[in-house]
């Protein structure tokens, strides 16, 4: 752990120790505290098990002690201190207070009051908030083997936090080596990010605040293909040759990728539509680009 866990006494729903986890749904909250929140079962244990080094804190109520006592074990194992809390102060841990304007990180409606509504089953954990870091991507980048297959995932203004989190869980099914998001990315810390990995966060190399231009400049000196999706591209995903080492650049929910980056990328293809859908959601045409690279690598192709 790089450092102490918050001490503040846990006695009501509205302390102040549960007030600032709460607040953790906000990105200003996450960025000030140096903290973000994990919830479920699941994701904890993730958390515990690949990346126990950024665990500050367990909460579980009774009943999930008893039902997933391995993540004591865990947090014990990795010296995370672990609290037992009752149902209504876990909900309030729990309970969305992002301020308006934080787009995807939590509505708050007239009342002030998080519409949000997450069950977290028992569990929920606080851990400590890696830095957005431009250099850490490029590090990450110059990381990876030097030959043979490599898959990395960029992610450029993906906004939807929900987005991102299921992005992260694919990319992680897929095999993929590495994840980058660029700086106008959603954060892939935030709650809803976090439960839409399923984990998948703590399984793979993730890094933030990198620059588009940059990481396509890198993956060319690391002969790693960028590789884009196009309505209009020439060759078609199924039949193109797909090359061993590969960067998908995967763009904006509504827009797609820029003119420059699409452009930029050596290698589009298009994803053949054989209904009336005029398109794909960015997770639908990232998934079937992922499990296609990976087929192709498992056939030997």
Known sequence: ??????????????????????????????RKQGRFRIEGPQSVRSLLTHRPELALEVFLTERAAGD??????????????????????????????????????????????????????GVVAVGSLPAEDPAAAAGALDALASDGAVTVVVLHEVRDPGNVGALLRTADAAGADLV???RTSA??????????????????????GAEIQDVLE???????????????????????????RIAWILGNEARGLDEVTLGSAPLTVRIPLAGHAESLNVHTAATVCLFETLRRRQAGA
């Open 1 to 30: 752990m790089n450092e102490r866990p918050d001490r503040s006494p846990l006695s009501s729903p509205r302390s102040e120790r549960v007030r600032k986890v709460a607040a953790l749904a906000g990105r200003s909250a996450r």
């Open 68 to 121: 997933h006592a391995e993540l004591a074990a865990l947090a014990g194992g990795a010296g995370v201190p672990t609290r037992l809390v009752d149902e209504q102060i876990l909900r309030a841990l729990v309970r969305d207070t992002a301020v308006a304007g934080s787009a995807g990180e939590g509505a708050v409606d007239a009342s002030g009051a998080s519409g949000a509504l997450v069950s977290p089953q």
């Open 180 to 182: 980058l998001l660029t």
């Open 187 to 208: 954060d892939p810390y935030a709650p809803k990010a976090v439960r839409a990995a399923a984990g998948s966060l703590f399984h793979l190399p993730v890094l933030t």
């Open 218 to 244: 890198q993956l060319a000196v690391l002969s790693i293909t960028a590789a884009a999706t196009s309505g209009y591209a020439d060759s078609e995903l199924f039949t193109v040759e797909l090359p061993a």
